[in-house]
């Protein structure tokens, strides 16, 4: 069964795409299939797998407002394994258009649903905004990833992705589940270490043990075309998103038969 997890936060700049297309190299090296799918109009995922988002044929767009079937639209990446959805600009205007669609909040849960169940994972980078793309992604997943800083700006925009949880919980899909992510955590930073302990008081185990660190790897990455731990498999942002991927992995074997 597949395990598909989206990847939000309304704060721009936490790592989102950065965690999406990691976790998905690292889910791919331990033997899973994975498909990336691209939700925001900037379609920086799609850009960081190689792709030019101008010379993309058919993107999510054609899913989402022509009902075109998903294994229409993905393709392969360089890596074995990793598939990707992908996106482009028109996705702005998809924000806009969306909700004009009837049941428009279901679309691409029933288009995920009719896709071959052959894939392990499915990773869905949403834009940084709680709109009907976002809500789109979080009503077809078993798991909401919400990366984060350890700063006020970016703590404090959770408190409306639990609002939202919520909701969606009564509204949509009942079995929702979360998991916070530490992101550019700094050790030597004091507001990073006491944030870092009111996440773990106020969410005990919603919070990820795994945390990821600054590391400026991460950004040589970003314009290779090469997830990091392809690109630096020993750097330290490598090693820990190997973690990230082991710990998403128990939670989808617990969660699963349920």
């Known amino acids: 069964m597949t395990y598909i997890l989206a990847v939000a936060n309304e704060k721009g700049g936490v790592s989102k795409t950065t965690t999406s297309i990691s ?20 379609a920086n995922l799609t850009l960081a797998l190689g792709k030019d988002p ?23 990446t360089g890596i074995p394994g990793l598939f990707l959805a992908p996106s482009n600009h ?11 669609r009837p049941g428009y909040e279901n679309l691409l849960r ?8 052959h894939f392990d994972f499915i990773i869905i980078d949403c834009p940084p905004l709680l709109g009907a793309i976002t809500l789109n992604a979080i009503i077809a997943s078993n798991m909401l990833l919400i990366p984060t800083q350890a700063e006020f700006f970016s703590i404090y925009a959770i408190r409306n992705m639990m609002g939202l949880i919520r909701r969606l919980r ?6 929702l589940t979360y998991r916070i ?5 700094d050790r030597r930073n004091k507001i990073h270490r006491t944030m870092s302990e009111q996440l773990q008081t106020t969410f005990e185990n919603g919070l990820l043990r795994t945390r990821i660190e600054v590391d400026t790897k991460l950004r040589e990455s970003s314009v290779t075309g090469l997830p990091i731990i392809y690109q630096f498999p020993k750097s330290r942002a490598a090693l820990q998103y190997r973690a ?7 939670y989808a074997k617990e969660e699963i038969p349920q």
Do not use: C, H
């Open 23 to 42: 976790l998905g190299a690292a889910l791919v090296e331990l033997g899973n299939k994975v498909l990336v799918i691209d939700l925001d109009s900037q």
């Open 110 to 117: 029933k288009s995920l649903s009719d896709l071959p169940d």
């Open 170 to 175: 009564a509204q949509f899909n009942p079995k």
């Open 54 to 76: 101008g010379k993309v044929q058919r993107s999510v767009v054609q899913m989402l407002m022509d009902n075109a079937p998903m294994k229409s639209i993905y393709e392969e």
């Open 244 to 250: 990230l991927s082991e710990e998403i992995m128990e």
């Open 90 to 100: 028109e996705m702005g205007i998809v924000e806009r258009l969306l909700p004009t």
């Open 181 to 185: 992510l530490l992101t550019m955590f």
